[in-house]
């Protein structure tokens, strides 16, 4: 299977004889052949030119790249040809699959440490030599690292590879979205200042992750989602608690990756020596744990494609109003990927459309367990239970104005080049069933794969697989579904779009309800700062104090008093008339005034429990109220304020704020009073005692 640049591979499709498929990607279809000429196994990757005729550049790229590389751990063509309507791509039969596939039909929850290590330290290694050679390799995922039954590693797919030296035309490859939502560094999302090899870092360290749990991170969102976590949440990372079982320099080698910030990264030579890399074990070492026992790729393959097909059919009902959706988040899974904001709009617009389904989805840690992975495809997704699920759901609702909100937040630090650059939606084209090669469908005698059982068969895990996706099992017979032009290329202002939307969630009286979720759910790092300012509730020692503390802040308002602090109860009694100078009383007199100051005081305790409901309850109130002023004045959702549910709020707000500072205000007078009336029955009661000193002396 090593690439034999003495060889010299036929550049005619009569040559090669095709097996089985093992593969299958955007626009191309990847099978076990046999080269006839020289009796060798190999792997030819099928793209429709007709179906890539937007991506001409690319596979141009791919092929190029392909051929020139010259390392152990990159898939180096053979030679390639085109065939009718085809180009195939002659290669090194991999007959492990990639670490996806191996994933989904074996581990599904991940890998050993071990495993990992030695599999990430190969990809690590073809990363050097790629980034050394000036190039980004622009999609590093499990999907993309291919195995050999004998262990060798070899990252795969140059489809939305970049040189770094390059000018004009493919400089401004750069300076748009390609690669896989899940696994794409936010500085390639954000476009502001371009990006270079260390997006492969990113990358490298999300695969990591995937490669421990057994998908990645935000796998389970749609893009839309995914895309606004990725820029605005804190980094994924390996958790203390729920990662256990992995090292202390695993942990630290994913979060010396996954850091926003491009130039804090290491370079890939650097991370290559990081510790973590030291756990790394042989080539055979990779072959006997992972790959021992599994059935041959092409069975495998099959067997998680039907899978997914039986699936598709169990959901059909469900499934088919979403259809425009979720095709569209299909599109958008797989390897370049391209954002369109036009087409998030009409997603979110989707999702509105649904409802009354209570919301299960996040809260539930089962589900969150079961996490299901995209991979480098989202045909599961547009078809699992959860994604129907996710799309009906009143959480689909929620999530999708939350990701407006969100949207528009990101929007002051996304730039307008790269939404405009946006606009081309990634087109997968007209299926064309006459395009598909000829092919053997009977496996050859001289099939140099070994036929074993699996101990870890796909049966396994067919519980799982509801949850668990992958590009893998796109059926080219299920996925070229059109999509009509109206959904492909949608137009108009995204403000209007979103207003309206956003609007009539309002207008439904969601928000309400929506509001304690979007303010818990998420982590408010990046440009969103206007969020973490909504939710300070307590005096910063910055706080303008002319209007009086405040001793509440939500949204815009504030619930100030002149000062309720112990401290400030001590001094406002200090010009109060003490009760010292009083006309001399008897003890029994003091003894008469006691019931009544305990009466006081209780009284004060009771109100002083009103106040404290009534505070919360109008906190409540004003927390609602501020984030709906928020959205009122954003820029992007331009929320009118008028609605007679909003009026109504606002002056019941009003009303609370009032009853809040008169109750303060007695609140205080109270006090004052009591202390008084303290000082007096202090004062009353050293006297009593002093007369009873002098009686009985
Ligand atoms: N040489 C190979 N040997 C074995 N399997 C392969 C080989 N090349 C590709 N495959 C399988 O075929 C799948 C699709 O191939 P590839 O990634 O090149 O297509 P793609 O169109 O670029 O897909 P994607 O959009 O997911 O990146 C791979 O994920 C892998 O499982």
Known sequence: MEHTPD????????????????????????????????????AIKVLDLEKCNNDLDGIRREVQTMSLINH??????????????????????MDGGSCLHLMKSAYPEGLEEPAIATLLREV?????????????????????????????????DFGVSACMFDTGDRQRSRNTFVGTPCWM????????????????????????LELAHGHAPFSKYPPMKVLLMTLQNAPPGLDYERDKRFSKSFKEMVA??????????????????????????????????????????????????????????????????????????????????????????????????????PNIEESNASIKQTERHNGSGRFTERMSPEMVNHSKTASGQEDALNDLHDLKGSLASFPMKPLQALKDCFDVGEDDANTSPSWDDTRSDSDELPTKSSPRSVHQDTGRKNDDDDGFARSSSLSHQEIPNHKKFLSGPLKQDTVAFAKKMMDNGDRDHLQPKYQSERNYSGPLLYRQRKETNCLSPAEDTSEGAVIQRKGRF???????????????????????????????LAAALLPSLQCILQQNIMQREEITKLI?????????????????????????????????????????????????????NLKQKNAQLEKRLNTLTNRDKRIRGMTRA
Request: with cysteine; aromatic share 8%.
């Open 72 to 93: 152990p751990n990159l898939l180096r063509a053979h030679c390639s040809f085109t065939a009718g309507h085809s180009l195939w791509v002659v290669m090194p039969y």
């Open 616 to 668: 919360k309850y109008a906190e409540q109130i004003s927390g609602t109220q501020g984030d709906l002023t928020e959205v009122g004045t954003s820029n992007s959702l331009q929320v009118s304020c008028s609605s007679t549910r909003e009026k109504e709020l606002q002056s019941q707000f009003t009303h609370l704020q009032q009853c809040v500072t008169s109750l303060v205000e007695e609140l205080q």
């Open 256 to 357: 010396t990756c996954l850091v926003k910030d491009p130039k804090k990264r290491p370079t890939s030579e650097k991370l290559l020596k990081h510790s973590f890399f030291k756990h790394a074990r042989s080539a055979d070492y990779l072959a006997r744990t992972l790959l021992e026992g599994l059935a041959p790729l092409g069975e495998r393959f099959k067997m998680l494609k039907a899978q997914e097909a039986a699936l598709l059919v169990q959901n059909k009902a469900l499934y088919e109003d979403k259809e425009q959706l979720s095709q569209q988040e299909y599109i958008r899974g797989i390897s370049a990927w391209n954002f369109n904001l036009e087409d998030l709009k009409s997603q979110a617009a989707l999702i509105q459309e649904n409802d009354g389904v």
């Open 185 to 208: 560094a936010p500085e390639v999302m954000q476009q502001l200042h371009g990006y270079d090899f260390r997006a492969d870092i990113w990358s490298f360290g999300i695969t990591a």
């Open 7 to 42: 060889k010299k591979f036929p550049l005619s499709a009569k040559d090669y004889k095709l097996y089985e498929e093992v593969g299958e990607g955007v626009s191309a279809t990847v099978y076990r052949a046999l080269c006839i000429p020289l009796n060798e196994i190999v």
């Open 558 to 588: 504030k619930v100030t008093s002149a000062d309720v602090s112990p401290k400030g109860m001590t001094n406002c009694s200090s010009g109060l008339p003490c009760g010292g100078s009083s006309s001399p009383m008897t003890s029994n």
């Open 124 to 156: 690590l290694k073809a990363l050097v030599y790629l980034h050394a050679h000036g190039h980004i390799h622009r999609d590093v995922k499990a999907g993309n690292i291919l195995i050999h039954s004998k262990g060798m590693v070899k990252l795969a």
